[in-house]
């Protein structure tokens, strides 16, 4: 029970790191401006509205790259071959990125795309099945 907690924890971790960098390089490639990085809420929802597509689309990379890594450390921490911890991180990243989605002014192609992605958790499980086991 331990070890399956643990799963999750560290899948939902090493997910949120994934997010964390290759929303960085977005960020590097498409910046947003300085009042929307300080936090201003309003800021963001303006950029949101006029970001380019790139910009946006790098937060769905985020989000695929983050639903594999996290399928898959889940998946190799739980060790039962079972899909539950993957499937518990794919829904509560979804729950977060649902949230994100109704704080903020998001295209129609951002909601189907965001909500989609996180079954990528179940392709990081089928990997963590192919490899050895730690």
Do not use: D
């Not at 994934?18 to 309003?42: D, R, S």
């Not at 949101?48 to 910009?55: D, G």
């Not at 109704?102 to 179940?122: D, E, T």
Request: hydrophobic share 60%.
């Amino acid at each position: 029970m331990l070890r399956r907690i643990l799963a999750v924890l560290v899948g939902l971790i090493t997910g949120s790191v994934c997010i964390t960098v290759v929303e960085k390089i977005g960020h590097a490639l498409y910046p947003p401006p300085a009042q929307a990085e300080a936090g201003g809420m309003e800021a963001l929802k303006v950029y949101v509205e006029q970001a380019p597509f790139m910009a946006l689309f790098f937060i769905i990379i985020a989000y695929a790259l983050a639903a594999i890594v996290s399928g898959f450390v889940a998946s190799k921490i739980s060790n039962n071959g079972k899909y539950t911890a993957a499937a518990i991180c794919g829904i509560i990243f979804l729950l977060m990125t649902i949230y994100m989605m109704a704080s903020l002014p998001s295209p129609i192609w951002f909601w189907i795309l965001g909500i989609l992605v996180w079954g990528l958790v179940f392709v990081g499980h089928k990997l963590a099945l192919k490899t050895k086991k730690i």
